[in-house]
């Protein structure tokens, strides 16, 4: 019929309904249950407080289908954003509960409402559970069950949302009030009762501890903790009921999801408890399948976070489970290599080269993308042990460095986050107070850094490459190019952490040997592989604050090609910011002299290119007469005819007003 009413509709919904709430909030005083339970199917459909006729809640039913069927399919924007408005307010209205409810129980029902009619008792659950008065509370429990039954093989989207009303109802009702054992144990019982439901309540299993964190569900913070306590009493005997399904094959990967959620509250469990346990090592074997791999990579990750959990005599605690985690994780290692040579491979293809011979079947990339972060997981939860550098530390080692050589950003970048926190491990001597004196400190720290240099100067010709401008980077979408930013900014997070390890001078020289290696310019103003050198200023850019003030062999050559660059829009940008980020190291050189000229002419060139090239040649003119103010004596007449044609508004500079405000502080 469909929406002509929808605006008088939104403006006053169930008027009439209302008014009839309002009779039955008196009505209901007199009854000694304020509950309508149909016999035919035992299900709540109201709210404890008051009752909606049949008649009123029919029409309020076609009204709301209607609001539905304009939502999803009427062709004018404006009818749908406001069948959407009504839909919200008809969520926050006492008569949703009975209305959700029948619509869910009738067969006749599209998919559409009962998605919404499932979401909307969920989040009454979890926002209104205050509108239900005890007695209500059974049936709707019973409701649930009933429904969860019912969409036992889908929709799973409608499943789902019935799994998480069925959890927050939980977490409002005490354990005494779903029988002995509390909510688990009733879980139990319907699973042996009825075991053709088995998925849906293992399902309803996995949301139990999730939700007992959400605070999303209107509980006072005191029940949230006592709903945590209450799960996790009951641990044991959930880790028994999820072994009972493993000899069902099909239910594996569901098992392993409930098994990874409720790991969450086992914190403080004997380590030695689980190191044999069932469940590992389904987790662990589930690494080879294809069908259950996603549920182990969680699983298998959730137990590396559960060693950790502590301080170091926890580690040393769960070492037993340790002990069984990382030898199957490193035995994914052939497939990740198999998987890096074919990747590898590729990108030659793509870039014109003769692709090479892969040694295997090329593995899905979601599976590389899970054995790529089983690694990091790894490192990361094991970075101070790995910082020792003993062989089976460098075995993980090697398997990360692996990952960061993948051409994918996407898989490599996975890694970055390993190789920051090592670098704090191996330099910050916070980490070595357990040696003792400041002798055996120092021993030990340079023993170590000896080790890993060579990986971190591996490190840095495996990340530098990432920042380069790619071919065709000029038809980008916004969202593309912010995404390469991105990339940018955590290899230069990257190279900075490098630098750490390596030291500034080591790292500048490393970063710096394409550059100052390449033929250079050609004649005419045109560069060789410009993208190559911005991609080397860049990196060089992120190690300013690790190089020293006093470092003179390589910076001066550095800064001598950047001021031979010709006007392209990246190099301008770029290398103005490498100024601005060495202007401290300039205003310290003995090369400055000779150096500022041919920078300063430089930084002209950009303030002439409009947007990102003049903003960032204006804020190195700032930094530059900040730092080398007592040096530029002899190019006052430069800077003055600077100041002047940007101050005048008439010349070739495109300066924006911020821009020109950068000048005006460092030329002041």
Known sequence: ????????????????????????????????????????????????????????????????????????????????????????????????????????????????????????????????????????????????????????????????????????????????????????????????????????LLELLTVLPQEAQSHKIAVRPERRRQFQKELASSIAEVFNLLT??????????????????????????????LASHPLVMAALSGLDSELTFDAAVDAVAELIRFTVNGSSEDLAAHMPLVQVIVPHVMALRPRFTTSLKTALSEKQGREGMHPGQSDGEEEDEEIMKGIAYLFAEMAESYVELIASGSGEAMMIVEAVVEVTSHPEDNIAEITYNFWHQLSRVLVNREYYKSFGSLGAVNAERERRLAIFCPTFELLLSLVSFRVKYPAGFELWRKDELADFKQTRYGVADMVLDAAAVLGGELALKLLSQPLLQSPGLVGKEKLLDWQSMEACLY??????????????????????????????????YTGSLTIAAFADWLGASPSAPMLLPVLLEFLAKGLAVPEDPAAAAALALKHVCDACRNMLGNSVDALLGIYTEAMSGKGKFHLLDEDELQLVEGLR
Request: proline residues 5%; negative net charge; hydrophobic residues 45%.
């Open 1 to 200: 019929s469909g929406f002509a009413n929808l605006e008088t509709a939104t403006d006053k919904p169930f008027p009439l309904l209302f008014a009839l709430c309002f009779y039955h909030r008196f009505a209901s005083l007199l009854q000694t249950s304020p509950l309508r339970i149909e016999s035919e199917r035992n299900r709540i459909i109201c709210t404890g407080q008051h009752l909606v006729s049949l008649e009123k809640e029919m029409s309020a039913q076609a009204t709301l289908l209607e609001a539905l069927q304009a939502l999803y399919h009427h062709p004018d924007s404006a009818i749908r954003s406001s069948a959407d408005r009504w839909l919200e307010e008809f969520q926050q209205t006492m008569e949703a509960w009975q209305i959700a409810d029948s619509l869910l129980h009738d067969p006749n029902s599209n998919v559409e409402a009962l998605y919404f009619c499932a979401q909307t008792l969920r989040t009454k659950v979890q926002r209104d559970f205050d509108d239900l008065l005890p007695p209500a509370t059974l049936s709707l429990r019973n409701s649930l069950m009933i429904l969860l039954k019912r969409f036992q093989q889908g929709p799973a989207a409608v499943r789902t949302q019935l799994c998480l009303a069925m959890a927050a109802l939980a977490v409002h009702v005490h354990a005494e009030e779903w029988g002995k054992g509390g909510v688990v144990k009733w879980l139990g019982d319907e699973l042996s009762s009825e075991p053709e439901i088995t998925p849906g």
């Open 539 to 572: 990196c060089i850019r992120a190690i300013a604050k690790a190089v020293p003030q006093t470092e003179n062999a390589v910076m001066p050559r550095v800064m001598a090609f950047v001021a031979q660059l010709p006007v392209q829009n990246q190099l301008l």
């Open 244 to 273: 009972t399904h493993l000899n069902e094959v099909q239910l594996h990967e569901q098992v392993l999801r409930a098994f990874t959620a409720w790991l969450r509250l086992t914190y403080g469990m004997p380590a030695s408890s």
